[in-house]
């Protein structure tokens, strides 16, 4: 399945998804409580796929794997301090517009020096036909001597490793991911060369900074694993819900 690389995109046209797994608030342990920004490397899958469009719902198939059963367990947030932050995460078009308009919101949760909105994505765009505007940008990557590795996502709040799209959500009352970019919650899981949701292997993702799992008790299906990451991803795409404030200029 190859070693992690670059968070890349999803395909529209992935099906049978686990009848089982639609239970949105059947959480992993701790992902109730503000989480790292999951931005951990991710593989590109080989196979380009039919791009979905703006207003695509995706369904997704997953691969075998994830019905095997691994004595593995969820990140041990706060104690990884968001390891997973280390090199931000690709961002889809449409969710960097959301993020900018609800930019009042997140933006007092961050260090000064991380406050202005015009520096939290780079410039450059990549083409991406998993998601849906086909286009990506990256989050800024910022040196972090708080974070386990140094560096962090513009959006690590240090030294504690809270995610602030995540705690700006919490304090309106939403959804934790209703503002985490799609590949955020997708992490660790990730793309198999058919474009199938996966995992990698577990001593790989033991022995990857930022891997986000830990050793476990007990094996335990991976669908029910991340039945949370599943869930997310199977409703489709997430708006925060009401009207966004006004954007100050950063």
Request: glycine content about 8%.
């Amino acid at each position: 399945m190859g070693v992690h690389r670059a968070l890349r995109g999803l395909s529209a046209h992935l099906r049978n998804a686990h009848p089982g797994l639609l239970r949105l608030l059947a959480l992993c342990p701790g992902t109730v409580r503000p989480l790292p920004f999951r931005g951990g490397p991710v593989r590109r899958p080989p196979h380009r796929l039919p791009h979905p469009g703006p207003a695509a719902l995706t369904m997704l198939r997953l691969a075998p794997r994830l019905y095997e059963q691994e004595a593995i367990a969820c990140c041990d947030f706060p104690a990884c301090r968001g390891a997973c932050c280390v090199h931000g995460v690709w961002v889809d078009l449409g969710e960097r517009e959301t993020i900018l308009r609800h930019a009042d919101l997140i933006r007092p949760h961050l260090p000064p020096e991380a406050q202005a909105p015009h520096t939290w994505f780079t410039a450059e765009e990549e083409d991406d036909p998993y998601v849906p505007s086909g286009w990506v940008r990256h989050t800024r990557v910022l040196p972090r001597p708080e974070h386990p590795l140094g560096t962090a996502c513009v959006f690590w709040i240090p030294p504690e490793g809270y995610c602030a799209l995540q705690v700006a959500a919490q304090t309106q009352g939403w959804h934790p991911w209703v503002l985490k970019p799609f590949y955020c919650v997708l992490h660790p899981l990730d793309l198999d060369d058919q474009g199938r949701i996966t995992l990698d292997e577990v001593e790989e993702l033991l022995n990857t900074p930022g891997g986000c799992i830990r050793p476990g008790e007990q094996p335990r299906p991976l669908v029910d694993l991340f039945a949370a990451e599943l869930d997310w991803i199977l409703q489709g795409r997430h708006d925060p819900p009401g009207p966004a404030p006004h954007l100050k200029s950063g």
